[in-house]
Each structure stands twice: as structure tokens, then as C-alpha cells.
């Protein structure tokens, strides 16, 4: 019996694969476990209508964030810390920190794990920021730190 398979199995193979099985192990296993469904060409073309709509929502995704990073490539915040007499900061700004100085001074809402900084901001001066908005997308923004009055 020959059946498509709706998630990836170590001995069948990977999902939307279309593979050949014994009948008893068809109907014992893969359809009753929700594994495979019988590939009849009413599921193989519903499979394939389903297959182009999430490539399709992918690609609509992939470009929205691609826009996204665009917009965000030349913005930045701006924030102050307070300074010791010999001119150091007293702590360092967080991903929480910056997540939430994006949200009142962009109006954009991104989650504290989505942004990676690769030095601490940990003195007055500018910082590279990343924001992962996709897989395949990471938008740049400058964080700058001042010295608060």
C-alpha cells in the first residue's frame, strides 16, 4: 500500500514523502497512529494544494520580514545610564531593556530572546544590535547610551 507520510519516521522516511508499506503495517500502524495517510489521488492532490499554501505563507513571511529589516536598518534608541565620578557606567543595558526601548520609541513589539547584542553595553557610546525577525532575516539597529544628567 502506498501512503504519504505526515511526519518525518526514522524508518519510513520524511513528511510528504509518498512510500510503499506493507498492508498490515499500513493499517496497524502508520494510518491508525495518524503517521501516513493512504496516498488515493483525492489526498495526493489535496496534499499538494496543501504543500503550495505553506510555501506560499512562507514566502509571504520571509518577505514581510525582509521589509521589516529594511525599515529598521537605519533607526536606533537612545537611552541613559548613570556614571561614576571616573567615568564608568554602573551596570549594563539588558536585551529586556532594549526589547522594551524598541517598543515606546519605534512602536515596534519583539520579543527579549529575538535580540542578540554581541558586546554588553556597558559605556557610553553606540552598540550594534541584532533582531532576529526570521529564520533567514536579522535586522541592525544602534543603540545609543548616553550619560544620564
Known sequence: MKVILLIDDK???KKGQIVE?????????????KVGIEATPKNINDWK???QHED???AEKLAEAKALA??????????????GANGKTFGSVSTKEVAELI??????????????????ARGI???????KLHPE????????????K
Open 56 to 58: 506560499k505563507l512562507a
Open 137 to 148: 532575516v536579522t535586522a541592525e539597529l544602534l543603540l545609543n547610551v548616553a550619560e544620564e
Open 70 to 83: 529594511e525599515e529598521l536598518k537605519d533607526k536606533q534608541v537612545i537611552t541613559t545610564m548613570k556614571v
Open 49 to 51: 494544494l496543501k504543500k
Open 11 to 13: 524508518k519510513l522516511g
Open 125 to 131: 557610546g553606540g552598540y550594534k544590535v541584532e533582531v
Open 103 to 120: 517598543k515606546s520609541q519605534l512602536g515596534y513589539e519583539f520579543d527579549k530572546k529575538k535580540i542578540v547584542m554581541k558586546d554588553a
Open 21 to 33: 508499506v506493507n498492508d498490515g503495517f499500513a493499517r496497524n500502524y502508520v494510518l491508525p497512529k
